[in-house]
């Protein structure tokens, strides 16, 4: 079993390295399915560890011998899901990327991005502490930074990327405080070690611990106010969208919150907020995808309410519930992502989907494939989403958390009615645009199918799911059939609103001149109000200091350099040998002394 650990964790490693030593050589097609196979096969150990379902720890080496920290790696359930949905994701986002970027000169480096990008979300998930976690967390982030800025070249592309590495880095010196703080407390970073020793804590210091890493969580899941990277991250390739937005970066603060639910289940205040936040996060995320135009964001914005959804019932101590719609989430978003990839390598990358239209027709598999993602993610029967999605819903409902309830039921109609919204504007309106549409390679479709299997039919398999991780997590019955048919009718309601709405042209175009549409089509003016109070503020201190180090800092310097080149001139005269030699005679004494005293 630990050979299979190891496959599945440095498999991947191992085509990053692969890949990178070839990255400035000339793109190798072939080297794109070495590398996919590569992370197949980390995908393979990961479900057959899953199948066998035991519980082990790898113990390695003393890692930081001062902390007595050693490293190793801790399987368990939470662990084996997340290794088999990273693996499984993983490995059809590389093959799709072989017909999605084989027409781009650093074809190598993009692959040995993905690479290193899976290795370091599966070292995040299957460490055994806190460090460990931490290592893989800022490993994801480092991949983001160079795969969402992956055509640097465009200033908009590189400006993205560092908006989401320097957001990220803001929200991780509140985990690594938390992270600190536990160690001071425990004296260890190891999962087990501190979760042993959590109730002897002090309430306060719990509640100080919880909110910092959970400031973490939040960064690399995209909630408000560290929401506005995730949007502006669709500047990278689609694959790349469907590997961060399914599988990655953003289900990092949701694992991060699962796995420490010991001590999330101490402090209800802050488990409570995460609720409040979740649930906004939802409606609010939810709201803007109503009126985007632009393909790629309005899939990103329905990440980010689905995170909502997930971090609602973790905040209510549901923690396997949301574990079970992180899995359901990353297969029907990912093959929603790569359906929009094929949908703009259709059209000349063309992202305005009131520019689009019509593509049904050159375009069918494309559009099944999207409208059966679009099913699950609005909660349709039998679809995936129904089953983790309402689940959400119920605990809320039957925990009496009503105005929670409400909120996401809410979300669950604007979900259903931006979904519909999408695929009306892409496939079934009249044309917009002039190209000649084509349907993608039959390679791009065959890594989309496993996607679109396990978009329908992963739901099915809720039970034995439950019953899988209830080792580690407790067992939740929370279906409540009030909710489900309440929750069904609104979705419903919202698709055929939408499917109405759009069919007969209900929303005029002067509908965009109204104050709330704007304030929507804006993001609330938020991007905005970061830029004039903080991005263009702190660019000015950052000016102010630069002139500060200039002027001040470095003539000082200057002239204390230029104060010692004027007394060196006027004791060592030119030609005056005698001088010298005194100087060089009482430099050796000094020396002599320095070394006896030593």
């Not at 919880?210 to 506005?228: N, V």
């Not at 519909?420 to 504007?425: H, N």
């Not at 409540?480 to 309601?493: C, G, K, R, Y």
């Not at 991007?527 to 180090?549: N, R």
Request: hydrophobic fraction near 60%; glycine fraction near 6%.
């Amino acid at each position: 079993m630990q050979n299979l650990v190891l496959i599945a964790l440095f498999a991947p490693f191992i085509s990053f390295l692969l890949a990178g030593t070839f990255s400035f050589a000339k793109k190798s097609i072939v080297l794109g399915f070495v590398c996919s196979l590569l992370i197949s096969l980390s995908a393979l150990c990961s479900i057959i560890l899953l199948f066998m379902g035991q519980n082990f720890n790898i113990e390695f080496i003393e890692w930081i011998g001062l902390i007595n920290l050693s490293f190793g790696f801790n399987i368990d359930t939470i662990s084996l899901v997340m290794m088999s949905v990273v693996g499984v994701v993983a490995s059809c986002v590389h093959f799709y990327s072989i017909f999605y970027m084989a027409g781009d000169e650093k074809f190598n480096k993009f692959f040995s991005f993905l690479g290193l990008f899976v290795f370091s979300m599966l070292f995040l998930v299957m460490s055994d502490n806190f460090l460990g976690l931490f290592v893989g967390w800022e490993g994801v982030g480092l991949c983001s930074w160079l795969l969402i800025g992956f055509w640097y070249q465009n200033n908009t592309y590189s400006f993205a990327a560092n908006e989401a590495f320097i957001m990220n880095r803001m929200a991780d010196l509140g985990m690594l405080l938390g992270i600190f703080w536990l160690y001071l407390q425990t004296g260890s970073l190891k999962f087990n070690e501190v979760f042993a020793n959590i109730s002897s804590f002090d309430h306060t210091s719990l509640i100080l611990i919880a909110s910092c890493l959970f400031i973490g969580a939040m960064g690399k899941s995209a909630q408000f106010p560290f929401h506005t990277w995730l949007a502006d991250a669709m500047a990278g390739p689609t694959p790349v969208s469907a590997l961060i937005h399914a599988a990655t970066m953003v289900t990092a603060g949701v694992y991060l919150v699962i796995r420490a639910s010991a001590i999330y289940d101490l402090v209800f205040e802050v488990s409570y907020f995460i609720a409040i936040l979740g649930t906004f996060v939802a409606l609010f995320a939810a709201s803007m995808a109503l009126v985007a135009k632009d393909l790629k964001r309005i899939i990103a914005y329905s990440t980010l309410s689905q995170l909502g959804y997930m971090f609602v019932a973790a905040g209510l101590g549901a923690y396997s519930i949301a574990l079970f719609h992180l899995a359901t989430h990353a297969f029907f978003k990912a093959l929603l992502f790569l359906g929009a990839g094929n949908v703009m390598h259709a059209i000349d990358n063309e992202l305005n989907i009131k520019k689009m239209g019509g593509l049904y027709k050159s375009m069918k598999i494309t559009a099944i494939f999207m409208c059966l993602g679009s099913l699950a993610l609005a909660g349709i029967y039998p679809f995936a989403g129904f089953f983790s999605k309402d689940l959400i819903m119920d605990y809320a409902f039957i925990s009496h958390n009503h105005g929670l309830f409400l909120g996401l039921l809410i979300a669950t109609f604007l979900t259903a009615f931006y979904s519909f919204r999408l695929l009306m504007l892409v496939f079934f309106t009249p044309a917009r645009h002039f190209n000649h549409a084509h349907e993608a390679s039959k390679l791009a479709i065959l890594a989309m199918s496993p996607l679109m299997i396990l978009a329908c039919i992963m739901g099915f398999f809720e039970h034995q799911f439950f019953n899988f991780v209830s080792i580690d997590l407790p067992f939740i019955d929370a279906k409540n059939t009030l909710v489900i048919i309440l929750a069904l009718s609104v979705t419903l309601l919202g698709i055929l609103f939408a499917i109405l709405a759009y069919r007969n042209n209900w929303f005029k175009p002067s509908l965009e001149k109204r104050w709330f549409y704007k304030i929507l089509a804006n993001d609330y003016f938020i991007p905005k109000l970061y830029h004039q109070y903080f991005v263009t503020k702190f660019s000015s201190l950052c000016v102010l200091l630069k002139d500060f180090d200039i002027q001040v800092i470095d003539n000082f310097v200057q002239g204390i350099a230029n104060s010692f080149m004027k007394t060196s001139q006027s004791l060592i005269m030119p030609n005056n040998l005698n001088l010298m030699l005194k100087f060089i005679v009482l430099a050796f004494v000094l020396l002599l002394l320095i070394v006896w005293g030593i």
